[in-house]
C-alpha cells in the first residue's frame, strides 16, 4: 500500500547522491539557474524575507495602537507604516508566494514534466521580482510612500512624498508576476506526460491554472494605473485630476479592476495546497474533484466582475452599487462548493494527526468565517456602515492570513520533505501551530467588534473606549509573532540537522511524490506514464484503510 | 529601391499563386478601403452613429487583420480562446466601469465639477501656463 | 521566445531548430512557443484597454471638446500613417511567408520595408508632436491651447499624447524586434524548418497596427 500506484521509474536513489540543491555548485549557479526547482527555493527566501519586513511593519503599527494617543510615532510615520506592511505584504508576499514558490517547484513534478516551459522567462521572473521589491521598499524607506498600498488619487497624484520608486517597484513586479503566469499557462497546456488528461490534473495544478489566467488578464491593469499614477505626479498630465476635469473614481475602477482579482490570486493558490493536503492528510480519495476543479476557473471568472464592492461608498452610482453586491455574492457559492468537499473529504478519512492537519483545520475555520464576512461586506446596506472600519480590515485579514498564510504553512511543512530531503520536528510544529492559531483568532477577533463600533482603519489615534479591544489585538499579534519565530526556528534546524526523510513521507499519492525527495536536476529519471486519476488513494467502491504513518 | 522590390514580388508571385499571396493582397486592398470608408463617414457629421460606426468599421479591420494576417483562422484553437478573452474582459472593464459613469447622479460626474480651463481661461501666448480661475 | 538551452544531441545545422531540453518533440516547443505569444498579446491589449476606457469615459462626458480637437488634428498625417502602418503589416505577413517558402532574400527586403514605414510612422508623429508643442496643445497642466476653449480640451490631448505615446513606444519595440528578426533571416538561421521567431515578431507587429486600427478613428475622426 505504500507503493504509489501509478507506473513510473523510480528516480536515482534520494539525497545520498546527487539532487538539485548539490547538483551545481556556487552563487553563480545559483544566480544563473534555470532550473524550476532552484528558482522555487529562490523565491521561497525571498518571499520570507518580505513576509519578515511586513510583519515588523505590522508589529509597528500594532504597538502604536496600544494607546489612543500617539505612542512610538506621529501621524506621517504611521502613514508609511502602514502603507509599507500594505505594500511588502501584498505585492511581495501574498501574490508572489504560493505560485512562486510552491507553483514553481511542484508543477513540473506534479505534471510529469522536466521544467516550466519556458525555464528562461522564469529566472527572468524571479530577477523582475527582485528588482521591483528592491525599488519599492527602498522607496517607500527613502520617500516615505503615505497612502496606503491603494494608492488613492487625487492624494497619490498630489501628495509631497515621492512616490515615483514606489509606483515603479509595483509596475516591475506586475511584470514578474504575468511571466509566472503566462510560463505556467504554457506548461499545463503543453508538458503534460502521457496519460495525463485535464480531468486527470492534480487540484494544486487546476489552482495555479485558474490563478495564472488571473494573473495574465489583469495585471496589465494596475501595471497602467499605476504607470498614469506616475505620469500624473512626474510630467503634471493625468485622467485623475479633478481640476483639470478628470475623475478620481476613475482611479479607484481601475485599480479595483486588478485588485479585486488580486485577491483571488491570492487565495486561489491556497485553495489548491488544501486541496492536495486534505486528502494526503485524510488518506482518501478527493471529495468532488470536478467541482473543486471547475469551482476555481468560476472564482477565477467572476471575481472579475466584482471589483466595484471595494467602491460603494465612493461615489459609484446606486445601480452599480447594487449591481456589483449581487455578483460578488456569487463566489461564496464557489467557494462554498469547496469548502463542502473539503469537508466531504476528511469524513470517514483515515486522518493523520499532524502540523499541515492542524493549519487544515485552521485553515477551513478561518476561510467560512472570512467568506461569511465577505458576503456581509459586499451588502450595500451594511458595508455603508462598515467600510473603511477596522470590520474589513478584519474581514481581509481573516481571508489573507487566516487562508493564504495558513495554506502557506500547510505547503511549507508538506512539501519540507520533498525540497529538502529532511522531516521537521512534529511537536515543535504542533506548539508553533497552536500558537499561531490562537494568537490569530485573539489578533483579529477582536478588530471585528472594533470595526463595528466604528474604529475607523487607518488612524492612528481613537477614542478611549476601543483602547481594551486594540490591547487585545496587539497581545493577540504578539502571540502569532511568537508562533512564527518559532517556525523560523525549526524549520532552519531541520534544514541543516534534521532527520533524512524518505522519499515519500506521508505515503501521499500526488505526482510529485513519485520522483525522490530532494529531486534530481532533471526531476525524473524516466518520463512516468499516468494511469491514475489524481489524489487516488483507493479504487472505486474500496474502503479507507486506516493506516498510521 | 524597397518600394520596387515590393510591387515587383507582388506582381511577380501573384503569378505563381504560391499558397495564398493573393490572400493577403486581398485583404490588404479590403482594409484600405475600410479606411477610406472610415475616413469619409468619420467626417461627415452623423450625430450619436459615428462613435458605433467608425467602431464597427475598425472591428472589421481588426478582426480581418487578426484571421489573415495573424492566421488566427488556422491557429489552434487555444491561442484563439485566449485572444478573445482578453478583448472580452477589455470590454468588461470598459462597460462595467461607464456603465458607473452612465448612471451616477448628474452632480457627481466629472463633468458636473467647474473646470479651470473652461471659458474663463485666460491665455497670454505659447509657452505661458495658463493662469487658473482658483485658490491653491 | 524559444527557449533553446542547449542543443538536443548535435549542434543544429543552418536554419535547423534547437530543441530545447525539456521538450520532447519540435512540433511540442512550437506549440509552447506560440500559446506564449498569444498570451503575451492577450496582455497588451487589456494594457490599453484602461487608456481606451479613459478615451470612452471623457469623451462622453467631454463630446464637444472632443469633436473640435480631433477636428484640429491632421487628417491627412493621420491617414497616412495608417495606410503605412497597414502596408507594413502585409509586408511582415508576406517576409512570414517568404521564409516559409526559403527565399530569405525576399523576406529580408520586405522585413526592411517594414522596417521603414515603422520609421516613416514615427517620423510622421514627430511632426505631429512638433506641431502639438507649437500650438500648445499639450496634455494636463502643460494645456494652452487658444483655439479650443470647451471644458475638456486638456483631457483630450492627456489621452491623445497618452495613447500614442504608449503606441509609439510599442512601435520602437516592435522596430528592435524585426530588425532582430532581418539579423536572422539575413543570416540564414531562420527557414522553412525554423520560421517560428519570425511568425512571433510578425505576431507583435500586428499587434502594433491593430491598436493603431482603433486610435486612428477614435482620435482624429470622430
Redesign the interface.
Known amino acids: 500500500m505504500s507503493q504509489p500506484v501509478n507506473s513510473a521509474e523510480p528516480a536515482e536513489p534520494a539525497r545520498a547522491t546527487v539532487n538539485y540543491l548539490n547538483h551545481d555548485r556556487g552563487v553563480w549557479s545559483w544566480l544563473t539557474t534555470i532550473d524550476h526547482k532552484r528558482i522555487g527555493i529562490m523565491y521561497l527566501v525571498s518571499v520570507l524575507l518580505a513576509f519578515l519586513i511586513g510583519g515588523i511593519f505590522a508589529m509597528a503599527v500594532r504597538i502604536e495602537l496600544l494607546t489612543p494617543d500617539p505612542t512610538i510615532m506621529g501621524a506621517n510615520t504611521y502613514n508609511r507604516m502602514f502603507t509599507l506592511h500594505g505594500v511588502v505584504m501584498i505585492f511581495l508576499f501574498m501574490i508572489p508566494a504560493i505560485p512562486g514558490v510552491f507553483g514553481n517547484f511542484m508543477l513540473p513534478l506534479m505534471l510529469g514534466a522536466k521544467d516550466v516551459a519556458f525555464p528562461k522567462l522564469n529566472l527572468l521572473s524571479i530577477y523582475l521580482y527582485w528588482t521591483g521589491a528592491i525599488l519599492a521598499v527602498s522607496g517607500m524607506i527613502m520617500g516615505g510612500a503615505d497612502t496606503g498600498w491603494t494608492f488613492y488619487a487625487p492624494y497619490s497624484t498630489s501628495t509631497p512624498e515621492t512616490l515615483f520608486p514606489v509606483l515603479l517597484g509595483v509596475f516591475i513586479l506586475g511584470f514578474s508576476s504575468i511571466v509566472t503566469g503566462l510560463n505556467f499557462i504554457v506548461t499545463i497546456h503543453t508538458l503534460r506526460a502521457p496519460g495525463m488528461g485535464w480531468m486527470r490534473l492534480p487540484l494544486f495544478v487546476w489552482g495555479i491554472y485558474a490563478t495564472s489566467i488571473i494573473q495574465v488578464l489583469a495585471t496589465p491593469v494596475i501595471g497602467l494605473t499605476v504607470m498614469l499614477v506616475g505620469i500624473e505626479k512626474v510630467a503634471g498630465f493625468g485622467l485623475f485630476d479633478a481640476t483639470r476635469g478628470g475623475d478620481p473614481v476613475l482611479f479607484q475602477h481601475m485599480f479595483w479592476f486588478y485588485s479585486h482579482p488580486a485577491v483571488y490570486i491570492m487565495v486561489l493558490p491556497s485553495m489548491a495546497v488544501v486541496s492536495e493536503a486534505i486528502a494526503a492528510f485524510s488518506r482518501k480519495n478527493i471529495f468532488g474533484y470536478k467541482m473543486i476543479a471547475y469551482s476555481s476557473l468560476g472564482i477565477a471568472f467572476v471575481g472579475f466582475f466584482a471589483w466595484g464592492h471595494h467602491m460603494f461608498v465612493s461615489g459609484q452610482s446606486t445601480f452599480e452599487n447594487g449591481a456589483f453586491a449581487v455578483i460578488s455574492m456569487f463566489v461564496g457559492v464557489f467557494t462554498a462548493i469547496k469548502v463542502f468537499n473539503w469537508v466531504g473529504t476528511l469524513y470517514r478519512g483515515s486522518i493523520v494527526v499532524s502540523t499541515p492537519l492542524i493549519y487544515i483545520c485552521g485553515f477551513l475555520f478561518f476561510i467560512v468565517f472570512g467568506g461569511m464576512t465577505g458576503i456581509a461586506v459586499a451588502t450595500v446596506s451594511l458595508d455603508v456602515h462598515w467600510h473603511d472600519t477596522y470590520f474589513v480590515v478584519a474581514h481581509f485579514h481573516f481571508i489573507m492570513v487566516g487562508a493564504v498564510i495558513m495554506a502557506f504553512l500547510i505547503a511549507l511543512h508538506y512539501w519540507f520533505p520533498k525540497m529538502f530531503g529532511r522531516m521537521y520536528h512534529e511537536g515543535w510544529g504542533m506548539v508553533a501551530a497552536g500558537f499561531i492559531v490562537l494568537g490569530f483568532n485573539a489578533t483579529f477577533i477582536p478588530q471585528f467588534l472594533l470595526g463595528n463600533a466604528g474604529m475607523p482603519r487607518r488612524y492612528y489615534m481613537y477614542p478611549e473606549r476601543f483602547q481594551a479591544l486594540n490591547v487585545a489585538s496587539t497581545a493577540g499579534a504578539s502571540l502569532l509573532a511568537i508562533g512564527f519565530v518559532i517556525i523560523l526556528i525549526y524549520l532552519t534546524f531541520a534544514l541543516v540537522r534534521g532527520k533524512r526523510a524518505v522519499d515519500n513521507p506521508w505515503d501521499s499519492r500526488g505526482y510529485e511524490w513519485l520522483s525522490a525527495s530532494p529531486p534530481p536536476k532533471h526531476n525524473f529519471a524516466e518520463q512516468p506514464i499516468i494511469t491514475q486519476d489524481a489524489h487516488s488513494y483507493q479504487n472505486p467502491g474500496e474502503e479507507v484503510e486506516h493506516v498510521v504513518i | 529601391m524597397a518600394n520596387e522590390t515590393k510591387s515587383e514580388s507582388a506582381h511577380g508571385e501573384k503569378g505563381h499563386g504560391g499558397h495564398g499571396i493573393g490572400k493577403y493582397i486581398a485583404v490588404w486592398v479590403a482594409l484600405l478601403c475600410f479606411t477610406g470608408l472610415t475616413v469619409y463617414t468619420g467626417h461627415e457629421d452623423l450625430g450619436a452613429i459615428n462613435l458605433p460606426l467608425a467602431v464597427t468599421i475598425a472591428t472589421i479591420k481588426a478582426t480581418l487583420v487578426v484571421l489573415f494576417f495573424m492566421h488566427m483562422i488556422d491557429t489552434p484553437t487555444a491561442n484563439r480562446i485566449v485572444f478573445v478573452v482578453s478583448i472580452v474582459f477589455a470590454i468588461v472593464l470598459i462597460i462595467g466601469v461607464f456603465g458607473d459613469l452612465w448612471t451616477r447622479n448628474e452632480m457627481t460626474l466629472p463633468s458636473a465639477a467647474p473646470s479651470t480651463l473652461g471659458p474663463e481661461i485666460q491665455v497670454s501666448g505659447p509657452g505661458e501656463s495658463p493662469v487658473p480661475v482658483h485658490h491653491e | 521566445?524559444s527557449?533553446s538551452?542547449h542543443a538536443h544531441h548535435h549542434a543544429p545545422g543552418p536554419g535547423e531548430p534547437t530543441l530545447?531540453?525539456?521538450?520532447d518533440t519540435q512540433d511540442?516547443q512550437n506549440?509552447?512557443v506560440?500559446?506564449?505569444m498569444?498570451?503575451?498579446?492577450?496582455?497588451?491589449?487589456?494594457?490599453?484597454?484602461?487608456?481606451?476606457?479613459?478615451y470612452?469615459?471623457?469623451?462622453?462626458?467631454?463630446h464637444e471638446a472632443f469633436h473640435e480637437a480631433s477636428r484640429h488634428l491632421s487628417?491627412f498625417l493621420g491617414?497616412t500613417n495608417?495606410?503605412v502602418l497597414?502596408?507594413s503589416?502585409?509586408?511582415?505577413?508576406?517576409a512570414l511567408?517568404a521564409v516559409q517558402?526559403g527565399k530569405n532574400k525576399?523576406a529580408a527586403?520586405?522585413l526592411?520595408?517594414t522596417i521603414?514605414c515603422a520609421f516613416g510612422f514615427l517620423g510622421i508623429k514627430s511632426l505631429e508632436y512638433a506641431e502639438k508643442f507649437?500650438?500648445?496643445a499639450?496634455?494636463?497642466?502643460?494645456?494652452?491651447?487658444?483655439e479650443i476653449?470647451?471644458?475638456?480640451?486638456?483631457?483630450y490631448y492627456?489621452?491623445y499624447?497618452?495613447m500614442t505615446g504608449l503606441h509609439a513606444f510599442h512601435v520602437i519595440v516592435g522596430m528592435c524586434v524585426l530588425i532582430w528578426v532581418l539579423k536572422g533571416v539575413v543570416k540564414g538561421r531562420f527557414s522553412p524548418k525554423n520560421d517560428v521567431a519570425v511568425e512571433l515578431g510578425?505576431?507583435y507587429w500586428?499587434l502594433v497596427?491593430?491598436v493603431w486600427?482603433?486610435l486612428?478613428?477614435?482620435l482624429?475622426?470622430?
Do not use: C
Not at chain 3, 20 to 23: D, G, L, M, N, Q
Not at chain 3, 56 to 62: A, D, G, L, P
Not at chain 3, 138 to 146: D, E, I, N, Q, V
Open positions: 521566445m527557449s538551452d530545447a531540453h525539456h521538450f511540442q506549440q509552447a506560440r500559446l506564449g498569444w498570451l503575451f498579446l492577450g496582455t497588451e491589449v487589456l494594457l490599453f484597454a484602461g487608456l481606451f476606457l479613459g470612452t469615459v471623457y469623451r462622453n462626458f467631454y487628417l491617414t495608417t495606410i497597414i502596408t503589416s502585409l509586408t511582415v505577413a508576406l511567408w517558402q525576399l527586403a520586405l526592411v520595408f521603414l507649437r500650438e500648445g499639450l496634455p494636463g497642466k502643460w494645456y494652452h491651447f487658444s476653449t470647451a471644458p475638456g480640451a486638456n483631457l492627456t489621452i499624447f497618452l510578425a505576431l500586428h497596427d491593430l486600427i482603433f486612428f478613428p477614435l482624429y475622426l470622430i
